[in-house]
C-alpha cells in the first residue's frame, strides 16, 4: 500500500497530510491519480491533464523523492507527495553561486593587509567593517 503525503492546499481537499492507495504494481501516476479522484473528485482534473507538464503548473507529484509525470510507473510500495508548484528562480543554484549571494547580502569582509606578515598569519578571520568607515579600524 503506497503512502501519499499531501501537502497544502491540497490538505484541505483530503482533510488529512497522510493517507493510504492500494493499486497494483507499475500503475502509472496518471491512474494513481483517478483513484484519488474516486475518493476526492478535485483531483479529476489532475487525472485528466492532457500532458506531465501540465499537471506540474497544477500538481508536482514526487514519487520517492522524484518528480513524476503522468506516465511513470508507481509501486505500491513507493512514498508520493503531492506538492503545489513552485515558480521563479533562474535554473538551478549551485552551492558557489547560494555562498556568492550570501556574501553579495552581507557586510563587506577585510583583511587587514597592512599588518606585518608574522601578525597576519595568527589572525587569519575576516573582520566586518564599522557601516561608514573605510578600511581602518
Request: glycine share 6%; aromatic share 6%.
Amino acid at each position: 500500500m503506497a503512502t501519499i503525503h499531501v501537502y497544502p492546499p491540497y490538505r484541505a481537499t483530503v482533510g488529512s497530510d497522510r493517507l493510504e492507495l492500494e493499486f497494483p504494481p507499475d500503475t502509472p501516476l496518471r491512474r494513481v491519480l483517478e483513484l484519488l479522484a474516486e475518493r476526492y473528485p478535485p483531483f479529476r482534473t489532475f487525472a485528466e491533464a492532457p500532458s506531465s507538464e501540465f499537471l506540474w503548473g497544477q500538481l508536482i507529484v514526487h514519487v520517492n523523492d522524484e518528480i513524476a509525470g503522468l506516465d511513470s510507473p508507481t509501486q505500491p510500495t513507493d512514498r508520493l507527495d503531492l506538492l503545489p508548484p513552485i515558480a521563479g528562480g533562474h535554473g538551478p543554484v549551485s552551492s558557489s553561486r547560494r555562498a556568492a549571494t550570501r556574501l553579495a547580502d552581507s557586510p563587506p569582509l577585510c583583511f587587514d593587509v597592512h599588518k606585518p606578515e608574522s601578525t597576519r598569519s595568527r589572525d587569519r578571520r575576516p573582520r566586518r567593517l564599522a557601516p561608514g568607515r573605510p578600511g581602518r579600524r
